[in-house]
């Protein structure tokens, strides 16, 4: 394992200590890639797997915390529909542009709801910058910060 690896492993150990109880046991692949996108999960019989970009090396650390938080969002949710369902949920994403774009709005809501509202805000405003859309608008996030605060 190299070093961006290692550093990468010790900030998602510690997510998932604060923010993830239900991925404590779960056996995670951490593997690195070159890729365009930064970051990708599955979820195989055998385990989950996070692939991280090569981009990521060069980002801050601020930048792979806050990617690590949205791929965990997504690992949670695919442990809550179980691996078929989450493989066949894969299918549709490929082929489908509005199924994608629920599917990270999904995750989104998921950090929000985790506390990490703030940072959503900043990943907005970060894909932005870099012509990517963002499934929830700026008004949206505030709302469910708001809306989470009041919980
Ligand atoms: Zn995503």
């Given at each position: 394992?190299n070093s961006?690896?290692?550093?990468?492993?010790k900030?998602?150990?510690?997510l998932?200590k604060?923010s993830?109880?239900?991925?404590k046991?779960?056996?995670?692949y951490?593997?690195?890639?070159?890729?365009?996108?930064r970051?990708?999960v599955?979820?195989?019989?055998w385990?989950l797997?996070?692939?991280?970009s090569?981009k990521?090396?060069?980002?801050?650390?601020?930048i792979?915390?806050r990617v690590l938080?949205?791929?965990?969002c997504?690992l949670?949710?695919?442990?809550k529909w179980?691996?078929?369902r989450?493989n066949l949920?894969?299918?549709?994403y490929?082929?489908?542009?509005p199924?994608?774009?629920?599917?990270?709005?999904e995750?989104n809501m998921?950090?929000?709801?985790?506390?990490?509202?703030?940072?959503?805000?900043?990943?907005?405003k970060?894909?932005l910058?870099r012509g990517?859309?963002?499934?929830?608008?700026e008004k949206?996030?505030?709302?469910?910060?708001k809306?989470n605060?009041k919980?």
């Amino acid at each position: 394992m190299n070093s961006y690896l290692r550093g990468y492993e010790k900030i998602l150990g510690r997510l998932i200590k604060k923010s993830f109880p239900r991925l404590k046991d779960k056996k995670i692949y951490l593997k690195e890639k070159d890729a365009p996108w930064r970051a990708h999960v599955s979820y195989f019989p055998w385990g989950l797997r996070i692939l991280m970009s090569y981009k990521l090396r060069g980002l801050p650390k601020k930048i792979t915390k806050r990617v690590l938080i949205h791929e965990l969002c997504h690992l949670e949710i695919f442990l809550k529909w179980g691996v078929i369902r989450t493989n066949l949920n894969f299918i549709i994403y490929l082929f489908s542009k509005p199924y994608r774009k629920d599917l990270e709005r999904e995750a989104n809501m998921l950090m929000i709801k985790k506390g990490y509202g703030k940072l959503a805000l900043d990943a907005r405003k970060d894909n932005l910058k870099r012509g990517i859309d963002y499934p929830l608008s700026e008004k949206e996030i505030k709302g469910y910060i708001k809306e989470n605060n009041k919980r």
